[in-house]
């Protein structure tokens, strides 16, 4: 019978009610391990082998050795070929290098306290901030691309910082397989794979997101693998440190980018199926199950959530002073800031005032008109969205009726003057665009340009026969004022109104949709729906008030703020912006690139200028980790297939013993799932893509790839063939990683002189392929 049928079961968690136990002083080894049942070997087949035991992660001081080199030791060599191949003439190129232009400014952002708007969340760049201010930077300088930086800004300094997050890459990587049951040597020599990547070097070296971004990854599998060995003994010291560990990394990683998120997915799927298990153990107690689920809730949700919304706040808490970029903000936040134009404004709205009102959805912007016509439905003059300061922006709102003083639309007295006084909720109020003098006009006869279920709105001229028709006239509606403000008047920032129109009785709108780039400019449609609801493309704040013979007020002392709308607000604007960057096809495959052709790094990008007298870096790996790895995980479906079709006919063969297989699978899984979740979901986006987007799946890849080399050698090959093909695969890939060094340390000759660069015809070695 094969050892699949009746071999002793491994138990991977505690049976009892108790679920404590372990002192926290084991061996790697034998770190928490359940026992073993007759047959069953830590390592598959690992008595070709002699490797020992280790004690790290441990509080047990004896240090455990292989060939008389100690674990603490090969740990400490490792980190120092990393650092090595990651600081080497890290500060050659003394200008500001491909997107050192954005996230060098926003780490100066943070010393002069200025607030800004990006797609990616805080953490990273406050870490670029953090490294400027230990650089002794002090955020003057704007980091425009291409300019050389000045002799205050220490600029090496800040790219070692970021490229500790490369180098900690190594020892990560070296513990991981560690603590998935490889021996020491392999797991050296994945460490290395690791070092010797370049396109993971030359990202590391630069003032960008990438190498913390790789290295909260790669913490968070290395936590998780931590946790993994101490499953058998739950709510232990040593697991309960590792499964916080994992929460808090988790966090970290998803406070870089949100590429982060799917870190958290891996943990979650394999936090999913180890419930599972343990739910299909009968011999577990209900009350241990619960507290299994509830330890995970705690460190793998809350705490993640914790960490994640503690970056806003810190984000929030730094960056105090006023910039454009804010306007999508809520207006309480935005009166916080120093230097906001918008916080001393006239208190109420009269009438004669001058308006700028900002729509509640974002991407609108401001209700605007211009003098250019509809092409379709009445040609009247537009009225769209303008997401930009501008003066066709603003609008002299009169009151016309005193709420309450008119029930329909016969009621309007179009020849009576209009009223004095400060503007209430539900009066009767035009609307006269400051540039044009022209009304803000509604009629159902026309249905809007882009958005055919709604009306259209448009502008007409104060002197023309629809300017005498109670369709010129809406409704003033407030929606959910600030509560300092709730006084039944309109006042700026701080009042959500509605429009509604006194004749249809449809609600002035933001469709969403954009207008023609031909006649529209790709401005928003401004529409009218009838029986419009409270959403938020109904709301408008009046963002701006003019009014000469009215004084001004601090409108913040009016006005609240919190922090979690603010969070809300921010993160939806990043969910927005992010999906805004969509792919430039005149440029594609120069600088952006689609996810089919990263795995075998079918195009490598250019980093910088091209020319003969320039320092030139090109983003490309290592050829052999990079096609290698790509291989390996493209084959392990089929290979987990064609096990299931053994294993069903029953011609598996007698290599497994005891609880190997599942072992192996396990780990296998873990590595081959991060690439996976790493990688395939870029498929499904909409976004412009980069071949960097592949470093944290490659960094799976490469680990995937050395775990593969490691089992399938043990599985086929005899002692002396297995060191032959570790240190022949470290020896070739190290001597790939020097053959294309001169790209990833800088190049400052004639590209025609570095021969055998290009491997792939595709490759923009030697000449562009795509000219921009």
Known sequence: MSSYGPAAPVIFYDQSSSGSGGNGHEKFDDLHLPQKPVGFSAY???????????????????????RGISEQTMIIVLTLIAAFTKLYRIGRRDNVSWDEAHFGKFGAYYLNRTFYHDVHPPLAKMLVGFSELLAGHNGTFEFKGGHNYPAYVNYRFMRVFNALFGIALTPMAYITFRQLRLP??????????????????????????DAPLLGFTALALTMLACFYRQRSQPFSPLWWRYLLLTGVALGLVSSSKWVGLFAVALVGLYTIAELYEMFCNVHMPVNTYVRHWTARILALIVIPLFVYMLTFKMHFSVLNRYHGSANFMPMGFQVRLRGNPLGKQPYDIHTGSYVRL????????????????????????????????????????????????????????????????????????????NSTSTYLYSESRFAAPMSSKYHEVSAVSVNSTEAKHP??????????????????????????IRLRNAVSGCVLLSTGERLDKDWGWGQSEIACEKGGKMDEEHLWTIERHVNKNMKSTNLGQHMSSSFLRDFAVLNRQMWLTNNALIPDHDKHNVLESDPLTWPFMVYPMRMVGWDDRSIKYLEVGNPLLWWGSAIACLVFPLQVLYWLACWKRGTLGSRWRGGELREYLEGALMLWGGWALHYLPFFLMGRVTYLHHYLPALYFGILFLAYQLYFVSTWYLGERSIRKVLYGSIMLVAFVFWWFSPLTYGWDKPIKQLKGMQWASSWPVYEDRFEL
Request: charged share 25%; glycine share 6%; net charge negative.
């Open 184 to 209: 020491m040597r392999f797991a050296a020599m994945a460490a290395l794979f690791v070092t010797f990547d370049n396109a993971i070097c030359v990202m590391s070296r630069f003032i960008l997101l």
């Open 44 to 66: 598959p087949l690992a008595d070709r082998l002699d490797d020992d035991t280790i004690d790290y992660p441990s509080t047990r001081s004896q240090r455990a050795r292989s």
């Open 471 to 496: 369709n010129i006239m809406w409704v003033v509606e407030v929606v959910k004022p600030e509560k300092r403000m709730k006084d039944g008047r309109i006042h700026p920032l701080g009042t959500p």
């Open 358 to 433: 900002h729509s509640h959805d974002s991407g609108t912007g401001y209700l605007h008109s211009h003098e250019h016509k509809y092409p379709v439905g009445s040609q009247r003059q537009q009225i769209t969205g303008y997401g930009y300061a501008d003066p066709n922006n603003f609008w002299a709102i009169d009151r016309r009726m005193v709420a309450g003083s008119f029930n329909t639309a016969e009621d309007v007295d179009m020849a009576a003057a209009p009223i004095e006084g400060a503007i209430q909720d539900g009066d009767l109020v035009s609307m006269r665009h």
